[in-house]
């Protein structure tokens, strides 16, 4: 019996072949691949991409699933308390709704990215409405098939602490304000699956290690507690020249997770190609290359449902506190697509994965 590793390794030879030629050969969607495995597969996307026609025509045809970049951030959701701006996320997720995929929602509770006013109006009052009802507003709007609860409730695993990340919502009401979110978010909407979301589980170097004890401890915490989590969230962002993933300690770290009755869903998959070659061809195969390690042990486990990446296309990536790389030349070839929608060697690494995963039934 030929095993799904060795079908991935005897296609890795052809990955030279022309992007757009497999595509073209290969008709099927990375979202029709997916469903034929049991998984989900969906990308990050923002309103504002969706001017631009390519995308448009593109995304829903390869994506079953959206999950917004910022527009569900808090800041960008609520500029003063109470008042909601509710127009770039309705954007983004109608025309989700509208082309049949389904939404996914990111995220609830952070350390960052709130709204100026949010951490002295807790400082003067710890009032547990004050995540609760943000948590209501959003669950109650949108149906949405999964969500992150709580993003990056953990120091870093490049960080010389431990333990708890600071935020106002730690600061308000200790480590309880993870128990206080689940629980919001569960009576907000049942069906909703829950997610706790980080980075830092997936490569081999010792500061990973301590991350991934540390992020079993606080699930066994969470479990012990009865707080109703439903999955694991695995960022799933890689590197393609240092820190690679290590598939034994990655293997052994989702059987643990597996074992505690908890789904994988890998939510923001990207490969950063800095430090790399000027060559593009050869930075391309090191991205296929890294996301293809990583996706052989994650599809290798009934526990993971689904797999979204942090955008579909490279047109979209840069962010603005990069623009020194931009200035040197340098753009990221982070994604499925490059800049102009065509398909990259990652796409392909994506869909043989998906292809070859084992049916779990």
């Known amino acids: 019996m030929i095993s799904r590793r060795h079908l991935l390794a005897a296609g890795a030879a052809s990955l030279a072949v022309a992007p757009g030629a497999w595509a073209q050969q290969n008709p099927q969607s990375l979202r029709a691949l997916a469903a034929a495995k049991g998984l989900v597969f969906g990308t990050a996307a923002a309103s504002y991409e969706l001017k631009d026609r390519d995308f448009t025509a593109l995304l829903p045809r390869q994506a079953a699933q959206v999950v917004p970049e910022y527009e569900m951030k808090r800041g960008a959701l609520e500029p003063k308390p109470g008042q909601y701006d509710f127009s770039a996320l309705d954007k983004l997720f109608g025309f989700a709704a509208r082309s049949g995929m389904s939404l996914r929602g990111h995220p609830l509770v952070w350390y960052t990215a709130n709204p100026p006013w949010l951490a002295p109006a807790l400082e003067a009052r710890r009032d547990e409405n004050l995540m609760t009802g943000h948590i209501r507003a959003l669950m109650t709007r949108y149906r949405l098939a999964s969500v992150d609860v709580v993003n990056e409730a953990l120091m870093p695993p490049d960080s010389s602490q431990r333990g708890w990340r600071p935020s106002p919502w730690l600061k308000a009401f200790g480590p309880r304000y993870l128990d206080i979110a689940f629980a919001a978010a569960r009576a907000a909407n049942p069906a909703t699956r829950l997610v706790y979301n980080d980075f830092g589980c997936e490569q081999g170097g010792p500061g990973n ?37 290590d598939q034994r300690k990655l293997r052994a770290f989702l059987e643990e997770v597996r074992a505690r009755g908890l ?49 579909l296309s490279d047109r979209y990536v840069d962010p603005p506190d990069e623009w020194r790389l931009k200035l040197a030349g340098f753009r990221y070839r982070k994604t499925p697509y490059d800049a102009a929608m065509a398909p990259k060697p990652l796409w392909q690494a994506l869909a043989r994965a998906f292809a070859g995963r084992r049916a779990f039934y």
């Not at 992020?215 to 960022?235: E, F, H, S, Y």
């Open 263 to 311: 789904a994988v869903l890998v939510t923001e998959l990207d490969v950063d190609d800095s430090g790399g070659p000027s060559d593009i061809a050869a930075r391309d195969r090191a991205v296929a290359d890294e996301a293809r390690r990583f996706l052989d042990v994650v599809l290798d486990t009934p526990a993971t449902r689904a797999v979204l990446t942090w955008n």
């Open 209 to 245: 290690d301590r991350f991934r004890a540390d992020t079993l401890k606080l699930l066994d915490g969470l479990l012990a507690r009865n707080v109703p989590i439903d999955a694991l969230g695995l960022q799933a962002h890689l590197t393609a020249f240092s820190n690679p993933v």
